[in-house]
Nanobody, 115 residues
Framework: QVQLVESGGGLVQAGGSLRLSCAASIGILNINWMGWYRQAPGKQRELVADITSGGRTNYADSLKGRFTISSINAKNEVYLQMSSLKPEDTAVYYC?????????WGQGTQVTVSS
């Protein structure tokens, strides 16, 4: 049983920054894999970035250099720092965790980037 709650979304001007948070109900060291996804209206859900329990990170090629995934174990939180935001970054952003072969999703947080 894992609960994931995203926060930090909102409205931002192009070129601005946002930091998304994903709070987990269990220690993130017990989570095998965590990732951030996003889905824009009419688009497929896509993986933005992910991190393993061993600390290995991965990014979508188009976002590498602008987005950074990180974690603070003591707070049971994973973050997505987003910089130089573009209108095409507008989407609902979701946190996902895989624990013992089980799949968990948060409810998502809306990010809107205006031109």
């Amino acid at each position: 049983q894992v609960q994931l709650v995203e926060s930090g979304g909102g409205l931002v001007q192009a070129g601005g920054s946002l930091r998304l948070s994903c709070a987990a109900s269990i220690g993130i060291l017990n989570i095998n894999w965590m990732g951030w996804y996003r889905q824009a209206p009419g688009k497929q859900r896509e993986l933005v970035a992910d991190i393993t329990s061993g600390g290995r990170t991965n990014y979508a090629d188009s976002l590498k250099g602008r987005f950074t995934i990180s974690s603070i174990n003591a707070k049971n939180e994973v973050y997505l720092q987003m910089s130089s935001l573009k209108p095409e970054d507008t989407a609902v952003y979701y946190c996902r965790a895989i624990v013992a072969l089980r799949d968990y999703w948060g409810q998502g947080t809306q990010v809107t980037v205006s031109s």
